[in-house]
């Protein structure tokens, strides 16, 4: 069994930043990649940057420039820090976890963020 808790998220200004943090807990296999989606209402759940376990990174057009994607020192537990955010970052980001080893995806319960003035 996988658990993902997230924190971060919350209100932001335009302009401003912010940094959602998740840690994953249970059965992780060493061959991993932990990422952030992010699903705005009525639309589908779209990635928005991922980190695997050897360490290379992929992110979505819309946040390269303003975003970062890390490994934290806790094992299992990844960071993203966005800057100059804009209202339609606006949604509810969610952290997941995909495994070789592991058929299923695990997803947290998901945080709001909202970019308003």
């Known amino acids: 069994q996988v658990q993902l808790v997230e924190a971060g998220g919350g209100l932001v200004q335009p302009g401003g930043s912010l940094s959602l943090y998740c840690v994953a807990a249970?059965?992780?296999?060493?061959?991993?990649?932990m990422g952030w989606y992010r699903q705005a209402p009525g639309t589908e759940r779209e990635l928005v940057a991922s980190i695997a376990s050897d360490g290379s990174t992929t992110y979505a057009d819309f946040v390269k420039g303003r975003g970062t994607i890390t490994r934290n020192a806790y094992k299992h537990s990844i960071s993203l820090e966005m800057n100059n955010l804009k209202p339609e970052d606006t949604a509810v980001y969610y952290c997941k976890l995909s495994q070789v080893a592991d058929p299923l995806d695990h997803w947290g319960q998901g945080t709001q963020v909202t970019v308003s003035s």
């Open positions: 249970g059965r992780i296999f060493d061959a991993h990649v």
